[in-house]
């Protein structure tokens, strides 16, 4: 089975600093696509950024980007130039194959202060 | 953008009561499902839906629960007597043949 691990419960980050969140995951798959989500105090769930296995390349979405390390099972996300509406839940999440259900680890709070 | 709707936002009943939380996925999409999030913890995946079936569920998913897509809009969830460990936020989310699954906003369950 697969697992997600954010070891990071709570964090906090000046504006207009930079900050990365931690995930590692556990998985005997080839084909699988990661995401981190962010969940906002209204609770939607926001997708940030997706990463395909069998890309090297590392995603950016803007003031957003990964750290893909297949090798080690680490998907870490980087937040340049953070913003107060950056403040949210980051979840990250696994998805086996193209076509199945997501597998969220628990989160991390992130906190921007001013 | 297209979004998922959920109703209702919120939804308070007593234990043993059945309960129907509705959610009407995009339009084009094709593959449906329901994730819950007790407060404080981790979302979860209960069920995802194909082409009129069920295609994968969770252990959570039990004979308490069952989904329908009674009129090719809407796609429901029913907890037939719920209990109090139900109290949750459900979340529906649906996507095309594409990757990126849309989450709707989400309906809190209240279970007294």
């Known amino acids: 089975a697969q697992t997600v691990t954010q070891s990071q419960p709570e964090m906090s980050v000046q504006e207009a600093e930079t900050v990365t969140l931690s995930c590692t995951y556990d998985?005997?798959?080839?084909?699988?696509?990661l995401f981190w989500y962010k969940q906002p105090p209204s609770r939607q769930m926001i997708l940030v950024i997706r990463?395909?296995?069998?890309?090297?390349q590392n995603a950016t979405e803007n003031r957003f980007s990964v750290n893909f390390q297949k090798a080690a099972k680490s998907f870490s996300l980087k937040i340049s130039d953070s913003q107060l509406g950056d403040t949210a839940m980051y979840f990250c999440?696994?998805?086996?194959?193209?076509?199945?259900?997501?597998?969220f680890g628990k989160g991390t709070k992130l906190s921007v202060k001013p | 953008e297209p979004e998922v709707t959920q109703t209702p936002s919120h939804q308070v009943t007593q234990m043993g009561q059945e309960v129907i939380l509705r959610c009407v996925p995009i339009?084009?999409?094709?593959?449906f499902y329901w994730y819950r999030q007790i407060l404080g913890q981790k979302v979860e995946f209960l069920v995802s839906?194909?082409?009129?079936?069920?295609?994968?569920k969770s252990e959570i998913f039990d004979d308490q629960f069952s989904v329908e897509r009674p009129d090719g809009s809407n796609f429901t969830l029913k907890i037939r007597s719920t209990k109090l460990e139900d109290s949750a936020m459900y979340f529906c989310?649906?996507?095309?043949?594409?990757?990126?699954?849309?989450f709707g906003p989400g309906t809190r369950l209240t279970v007294l």
């Open positions: 998985t005997s798959e080839n084909n699988y696509y």
């Open positions: 990463q395909e296995a069998y890309k090297q």
């Open positions: 989310a649906s996507r095309e043949d594409k990757i990126k699954q849309y």
């Open positions: 999440a696994f998805m086996k194959g193209s076509q199945g259900n997501l597998i």
């Open positions: 839906f194909y082409n009129n079936e069920i295609s994968e």
């Open positions: 339009s084009n999409h094709l593959y």
